[in-house]
Nanobody, 124 residues
Framework: QVQLVESGGGLVQTGGSLRLSCAASARTFSPYAMAWFRQAPGKEREFVATINWSGVTTYYADSVKGRFTISRDNAKNTLYLQMNSLEPEDTAVYYC?????????????????WGQGTQVTVSS
């Protein structure tokens, strides 16, 4: 069983930055591919970024490419999402997720464990 706890959300102005963290309880965090998803009010959950077990391979949604950076520290069992140049369209609840495979995936059903989410609000 893996428990995921996100933190770092908040209110920021357009053009600002936030860094989200996701702490995992698993003793064996490193074999899992991880990802960030987000869900805005009235919309479906959408893929943001994913990273493989070693941190070498990453993949981003086109809407955040060049602005967001996903990373992980396996020694600390923690996943990160650095968000720069934030836009009002980035406003959503952000979720971290873990799958029990080393390879990355963009599909929510591929992820077995989910955090409770952290709110990010970008004001114009």
């Amino acid at each position: 069983q893996v428990q995921l706890v996100e933190s770092g959300g908040g209110l920021v102005q357009t053009g600002g930055s936030l860094r989200l963290s996701c702490a995992a309880s698993a003793r064996t965090f490193s074999p899992y591919a991880m990802a960030w998803f987000r869900q805005a009010p009235g919309k479906e959950r959408e893929f943001v970024a994913t990273i493989n077990w070693s941190g070498v391979t990453t993949y981003y949604a086109d809407s955040v490419k060049g602005r967001f950076t996903i990373s992980r520290d396996n020694a600390k069992n923690t996943l990160y999402l650095q968000m720069n140049s934030l836009e009002p369209e980035d406003t959503a609840v952000y979720y971290c997720a873990a799958r029990t495979f080393v390879a990355i995936s963009r599909a929510p059903p591929e992820y077995k464990y989910w955090g409770q989410g952290t709110q990010v609000t970008v004001s114009s």
